[in-house]
T-cell receptor, first 112, second 113 residues
Framework: DGGITQSPKYLFRKEGQNVTLSCEQNLNHDAMYWYRQDPGQGLRLIYY???????QKGDIAEGYSVSREKKESFPLTVTSAQKNPTAFYLC???????????FGDGTRLSIL | KQEVTQIPAALSVPEGENLVLNCSFTDSAIYNLQWFRQDPGKGLTSLLL?????REQTSGRLNASLDKSSGRSTLYIAASQPGDSATYLC????????????FGTGTLLAVQP
């Protein structure tokens, strides 16, 4: 079945620790995206990548980093510089142009 | 800067009722608009996508309309069912160069049996 897999479903971070959220897709999509969702707010774009080995900052990139070494993978690292990381993180992918974005089931990150 | 607003934030209706969810955006220069559904603790499922040149799209009991000049879109749900209970989000794509989306804050819908 084609889709997007995010892991883990739940993640806990200690103070000063970097954590990495995984996102894998088997839809053969060129573009991938990371969003953050907080209660009462819409999704906000962290980073996006339109092709392998290229990515762009979104609206709230500070404290986050990404890589795009393979077409199917777009991991997100939440660094210790991100002072308020508790949120629901969603990964998405899309083909080019007018294709809608497909979403994974999310990772919920909390602080210990 | 494009801003997307959804009103109401929450809505409760009895089963079988027809209902309308609203989405407004501040900049009428959009490429397309998309409606999503989100179940609790889950990702988003795309419901309908309307291109900027279109006025409406339909899928089953769902009908989405777009009025670019007034910066508004509506999602009409006919004969609502308890299974329709979810958060509904609209998102605009500002331009055709990238597939970046700007999301509204969503409307939480509860359909009472």
């Amino acid at each position: 079945d084609g889709g997007i897999t995010q892991s883990p479903k739940y993640l806990f971070r200690k103070e000063g620790q970097n954590v990495t959220l995984s996102c894998e897709q088997n839809l053969n999509h060129d573009a991938m995206y990371w969003y953050r969702q907080d209660p009462g707010q819409g999704l906000r774009l962290i980073y996006y990548s339109q092709i392998v080995n290229d990515f762009q900052k979104g609206d709230i990139a500070e404290g986050y980093s990404v890589s795009r070494e393979k077409k199917e993978s777009f991991p997100l690292t939440v660094t210790s510089a991100q002072k308020n990381p508790t949120a629901f993180y969603l990964c998405a992918s899309s083909g080019q142009f007018n294709q809608p974005q497909h979403f994974g089931d999310g990772t919920r990150l909390s602080i210990l | 800067k494009q801003e997307v607003t959804q009103i109401p934030a929450a809505l409760s209706v009895p089963e079988g009722e027809n209902l309308v969810l609203n989405c407004s955006f501040t900049d009428s220069a959009i490429y397309n608009l998309q409606w999503f559904r989100q179940d609790p603790g889950k990702g988003l499922t795309s419901l309908l996508l309307i291109q900027s040149s279109q006025r409406e799209q339909t899928s089953g009991r769902l009908n989405a309309s777009l009025d670019k000049s007034s910066g508004r879109s509506t999602l009409y749900i006919a004969a609502s069912q308890p299974g329709d209970s979810a958060t509904y989000l609209c998102a605009v794509r500002p331009d055709g160069a990238t597939n970046k989306l700007i999301f509204g804050t969503g409307t939480l819908l509860a359909v009472q049996p």
